[in-house]
T-cell receptor, first 122, second 108 residues
Framework: QVQLQESGPRLVEPSQTLSLTCTVSGGSIGGSEFYWTWIRQRPGRGLEWIGYIYHNGITYSDPSLRRRVTVSVDTSKNQFSLTLRSVTAADTAVYYCARDADYYNSGSFDSWSQGTLVTVSS | SSELTQDPAVSVALGQTIRVTCQGDSLRNYHANWYQQKPGQAPILVVFGKNDRPSGIPDRFSGSRSGNTASLTITGAQADDDADYYC???????????FGGGTKVTVL
């Protein structure tokens, strides 16, 4: 059973960079057929897909966030990371890392982290 | 904005059947997946693909698709099914993932 756990600062100042790392246990990122994904949920709102990285380094991110987002992977540590630049209060959200198993080629998230609230405030 | 549209809220009497729908052009080419989320918890996958359930998900949850609309059906709703439900799939380009806005299901 794969498990995912985020780590990183819970408080980020406006205009600064949000950085989170997801550590995967119970399975290997390298060589896997999964898409390692970041998802967020702003307070009182729905789920929002941020982007993913494949083990070979190919990444995609939501067009509305692409200019500010980088998703990277470190297969030696079995971790993947999110960097979100120039944050504002609108980026305050619970951030989840998840495994996209892409069952039936339809992008299905079968494992999730517990989520971490990141607040953007001075 | 979301490329998948869900009704904001629906209610069902205990033991009755409810259908939650998800509409979007991408669903003509891709299946929808469904997630249950309770307050303060991470979502969990309850139905994926044609109509599959992960291990441990009760068989009262089922999925279907017709045209641009996917549906999650809960047959014999239980109090424990009171939650938010989200659909997701690929977008119309196939490159990204999208979520519906979510449906609050209240079991009366």
């Amino acid at each position: 059973q794969v498990q995912l756990q985020e780590s990183g600062p819970r408080l980020v100042e406006p205009s600064q960079t949000l950085s989170l790392t997801c550590t995967v246990s119970g399975g290997s990122i390298g060589g896997s057929e999964f898409y390692w994904t970041w998802i967020r949920q702003r307070p009182g709102r729905g789920l929002e897909w941020i982007g993913y990285i494949y083990h070979n380094g190919i990444t995609y991110s939501d067009p509305s966030l692409r200019r500010r987002v980088t998703v990277s992977v470190d297969t030696s540590k079995n971790q993947f990371s999110l960097t979100l630049r120039s944050v504002t209060a609108a980026d305050t959200a619970v951030y989840y890392c998840a495994r996209d198993a892409d069952y039936y080629n339809s992008g299905s998230f079968d494992s999730w982290s517990q989520g971490t609230l990141v607040t953007v405030s001075s | 904005s979301s490329e998948l549209t869900q009704d904001p809220a629906v209610s069902v009497a205990l033991g009755q059947t409810i259908r939650v729908t998800c509409q979007g052009d991408s669903l003509r080419n891709y299946h929808a997946n469904w997630y249950q989320q309770k307050p303060g918890q991470a979502p969990i996958l309850v139905v994926f693909g044609k109509n599959d359930r992960p291990s441990g998900i009760p068989d009262r949850f089922s999925g279907s698709r017709s045209g641009n609309t996917a549906s999650l059906t809960i047959t014999g709703a239980q109090a424990d099914d009171d939650a938010d439900y989200y659909c997701n799939s690929r977008d119309t380009s196939g490159s990204y993932r999208v979520f519906g806005g979510g449906t609050k299901v209240t079991v009366l």
